[in-house]
């Protein structure tokens, strides 16, 4: 079952993956360029708009300054400036009003002009007072803020000088009823809109069900504008992108007007703006599916055929794979399945052969690693008599140790050739000091310290004995970090050498030699339990005791009863 599932996933993945990553190539590749091409189209469209306003606006302006390109013309006669102040009014009609002042910023008399039909006479001083405002810092052509009558129409003031030195300043007021109207008619798609805003976010034309006049800043098109043109007031900006999340996601693009600091502003809904990315998405995803269900009958059809007389098979190489050798499979068929499994069986044959071959000569290996390591062991033991048989016995009770913590087969051997070989150092060790009756000096103390780094050196270019290294450097290294040859405290010392240092004090307690005489065990686990915490692990310690208590010991030589895993 496990393999059918395998086979009928492999297949399932080998067909699907190539229709899932064409789609998804073709569908992040062709997203990108729907949705740029959306974005693209958006940014246009305000740009055309911004001209269209830039134009509407430079219409009556340029027809207002064409009089200060008159020569002299504050100088002419008080009618003939007149009649150019009417024929403006008359060449342009959105121009509703026009007012003349003096170099000191007053108003000239009889300079005054204004379209009866569209504006008041009591609008004037509302016009007249907005001109006086921009004169106070006027440089050069400027616009006031639009202001809206009660008819709901928008009217904005601009101003510049004439002349150089100034001669005197022209005001005049522009309607934006016909920009309103424009804009109103302008459509993106089927629900988007666009509409013009003023420097503080206030809507002054569009469409969209935006009132002339209403506070647009809260809007994430006209917030994003308003902090752009904060930061840049005197440049152009033209931005488009995504605005706001779910339902009120907009496809949105604004453009900048540098003076007045108005922008035209497109915003269309992203659902509907990105319609065909949505459409083409769906298409792949029914494309998917129905590559599934295809693929997936296929699939179950051929896996179901192969699955079925390769059970047998797959159960045989679970267990050759456990180490079976010489198990065979029965598969009856005749085509590529039966040679598959006549192979089987003849490999299966082999390996058991080669399984009997190797473990002989693995046995027959590691024989002469131990008789290389015991000979070693006795050409230091054989020195002092003594300790003869010390390191035997010191790697039998590591491994009782090492055993009775639920250590692997393999530490329990390196344990072993470790104990076997910890004081090889020792060959280092002259004689006189090595087999001393007496009392070491602190200097004689110094050199037989030395024992450990040097029986560290001797196995280090061995590379079958690098796992043992630790038990011949570190294994007089002290709980306590007291120890030497590295001071190494605690649970830093590796854990082989802390049990071989603790089988080697066993020993030592329990043996005779020159300076003392084999203890009883009790004394000598006494001695082991005082050592604890301060020069042996505890847990170590603790181990021995146990295997003291469920195996006993031997008094002739202090040896455990030892049989190792081979």
Known sequence: MRLFKTILLLMLVASLVP??????????????????????????RVKQLRLKVEGFLAEPTRAVMGMARVPNFFALPLEQQQ??????????????????FGPDGRRIPGLQAFAVSDVPPTALAEHESRAVTLLEELAGLHYADVVWRPTGEAVVTFAFPVGEPVKGYIAADVTLVELQTMLAQERVGSTGFVYLADAKGHVLAGGGGLVAGQ????????????????????????????????????????ATLADPHWAIVSEQPVALAYKQVETMERRLLLTVLAATVVALALAAFFSRSVTRPLKGFTQGALQLAQGKFGLEVNVPQKNELGELARTFNYMS??????????????????QGYLETIVALANSIDSKDSYTRGHSQRVGDVAVEIGREMALSERELKQLQFGGILHDIGKIGIVESILCKQSRLTDEEMAIMRE????????IKPISFL?????????????????????????????LLARIVGCADTFDACTSTRPYQKAMPLEKAMEILDNLSGKQLDPAVVSALRRVLEKRGVRVEGHRLPVKLAS
């Open 349 to 366: 044959k082999q390996l058991l052969a080669y399984d009997h071959e190797n473990r002989g000569l693995y046995e027959s290996l590691e």
């Open 83 to 100: 009649t150019y102040l009417r024929a403006v009014l008359n060449q342009s009609r959105e121009v509703q009003a026009i007012t003349l």
């Open 451 to 458: 024992h450990p780094a040097i029986g560290d050196t001797i």
């Open 466 to 494: 690098q796992a043992m290294r630790s038990c011949v450097r570190s294994h007089h290294e002290r709980w306590d970090g007291t120890g030497y040859p590295d001071k190494l405290a605690g649970e830093d010392i590796p």
């Open 19 to 44: 229709t899932v990553m064409v789609g998804l190539l073709s569908v992040s590749d062709t997203r990108e360029l729907l949705v740029r091409d959306a974005q693209e189209l958006t940014q246009e």
């Open 215 to 254: 506070d647009a800043s809260h809007r994430p098109v006209v917030s994003h504008l308003l902090k752009g043109v904060a930061r840049s007031p005197d440049t152009d900006i033209l931005h488009v992108g995504n605005f706001a999340e779910g339902d009120e996601a907009v496809v949105a693009a604004y």
